[in-house]
């Protein structure tokens, strides 16, 4: 897939995946993955600086914690991360309904203009 096409929906993809309760980094990969049927597959290249990028606009806070041993960093999102979250879901359905308006099936008299 066309990288420039993936351009905001990981960040998305991540915050919905958060959503659910906190979480951690593999658990995240492995949730995307998982719920896309494996169409997105999250490295770690991105994964990280896109947590860190979230964290320092105030969409997710994080916290460490011990499991079995092993030191974790468990995320969830801030009251902004949810906000944020709903607004781009909206514009992500916008999106996907225009294009598909575009390409057919979608019914292309609901879309809104934008001028």
Do not use: C
Request: net charge neutral; no cysteine.
């Amino acid at each position: 897939m066309d990288s420039r096409l993936l351009s905001g929906a990981v960040e998305m993809l991540m915050l919905e995946v958060i959503s659910h309760g906190p979480t951690y980094g593999y658990e995240i990969t492995q949730t995307v993955e998982s719920r896309s049927q494996g169409y997105f597959e999250l490295k770690e290249g991105s994964l990280y600086p896109a947590l860190h990028r979230l964290e320092e606009q105030k969409l997710v806070k994080s916290s460490w914690q011990e499991v079995d041993g092993r030191r974790r960093k468990y995320y969830e999102l801030t009251t902004a991360g949810r906000k944020a979250l709903a607004v781009k879901k909206t514009e992500w359905n916008a999106f996907a309904s225009g294009i598909q308006g575009v390409l057919g099936g979608g019914d292309s008299a609901s879309l809104m203009p934008v001028i």
